[in-house]
DNA sequence: TAGATTGTTAATCGATTAACAATC
DNA sequence: TAGATTGTTAATCGATTAACAATC
C-alpha cells in the first residue's frame, strides 16, 4: 500500500468525511451520494469526488458510494498499521481536556503517557493515563515507542520541550502553544492557535455586523 | 478607515506577525527586516511584505519597518474600534482552559460571559467569570451585547448551541465541537478540530517516519 | 555612492470550478 | 431506456513566487 502525494488540505477533509459518515450514518443509509457527504461537511460535490478518486475509491453511478467500503477506504488511507502512541505534555486545564477526549476514542490513535512538571500532578492518573515528570521523558517516549506528542505547555517552554521530544524521536507534533517551533524538517507540527482563531473570529465577526447594519 | 477585502489567510498571518513582535521586542529592536519576520514565523519575506502592504503600511529600504508604527497598524487593522464581548459555552476543561487563558489577555478582546447546563457549575466563577445557566442564555447575551462566543458543548449539543447564539445576535463563532455547524450566512465560523488535527499529524508523521527509515 | 531592502509587476504554481462523455 | 451520478479533462481562479526598478 503505497501513500499517494496528498496535500493537507484533503487529508483534513477526508479526515472530516470519516466522521460525517460515522456520526451520520442513520441518515445515509448504506451508500451516500456526493452531493450529500458533501452538504453534511459543507463543500462540494465536485470535492468530494475529487478527494476520493485521490485515495482511489470509485462509487458507482447508480447508488454512488458504498458507505461501509467507503469507511474501510479511509481507515486504509489515513490509518496507519499499528496503533499510534501518543504523549501529552502539559497538564493544565487544555491537557486534561485532551486527555478526556482522546480517552473516548477507539481508533488506532491511543494516548499511553503524560507530562507536567508540576509535582503534585506527577504520579497521578488523567482519564486512566500516567503522568509522569518531564524528566522521564526521553526514558518514557522511548520505552512506550511513541512518535506522536501533543504539547500545551506555556508559551515560553514550548521550544525546549519540542526540542527534548523531537531528540526523544518524536516525528509528529501537535502544538497547542502560542509559538512557531523552530525544528528539523521531517518533523511535522501542526499549530492549533487559539488566539489566532479568535482574533480571526472577531475580524470577521465585525465585517460581518458591518454589513448587516449597513451605511446610511 | 475602510477594510479592504483580504483573505483568511492573510488576517491569520497578520495575527502571528503581531504575536512576533509584541513576544519578541528584544530580539528586533525599533525597527524590523521583511526577513528578520519571516523568519521569526516561518514565512517568507515577500510574504510579508506582501501582507504589510495590503495593510497599506509602508517600510523604509534603508531601515526595515518601525516596530513600534508597525503594531499600531497591525491593532488599527484587525482591532475593532470597541472591546468586544465573548461569551464560553460549555465550561468543561477545555472552556476553563480558554477561560483562564482569556483573563490573561489585556486587549480588545473581553471574556464576560461563560454558561452551562451542570447545575454545579452555574454560579461559580471561573478565571472572574460568572457561569450562567444556558437557560439565561438570550437575555444575557443581549444585555451584555456579546457578540462572539466559543462552543465547547459536546458534539450533540453544538448545533442548538449555535443556533441559540445566532437568534440572540451572536456574528462570530468559535467552534470547537467535532461537528460542522449549519448557520446562516454571515454568521463567520471558525472550527478548531481537534480529532482532526491529530489525524493529520498521525498520516504526516506517518510519512516522514518512513521517510527517515528509507526502503530497503 | 554602494548595497541591501523596499514596492510593484509579471510569471508560475496549485487548487478549485465548470464542462462533458461514460456509466449504471 | 431515461436520468442522475460518476470519473475525467479543460478552464478558471487565486495565491505564491520570481524578477526588477525605485528608494533610502
Known sequence: MKKRKISTRSVERLSIYR???MHGRHEFGSSVYSHQLAQACQLTAAQVRRDLMAIGYSGNPNSGYDV???LSSLATFLDSQETR???IVGMGYLGR???AFLANRSDKIR???AFDVDLDKIGLSFSDVRCYSVRQMPEVLAEKRIDIAIVTVPADHAQHVAEQLVAAGVTGILN???VVLRLPPRTYVENIDMSVSLEKVAF?????QRRKAGSP
Not at 470577521?204 to 460581518?208: E, T, V
Open 97 to 99: 481536556a485532551i486527555a
Open 68 to 70: 461501509k467500503r467507503l
Open 204 to 208: 470577521f465577526a465585525c465585517a460581518s
Open 85 to 87: 502512541a501518543v504523549a
Open 111 to 113: 494516548l499511553v503517557a
Open 19 to 21: 466522521r460525517a459518515l
Open 176 to 178: 497547542f502553544a502560542p
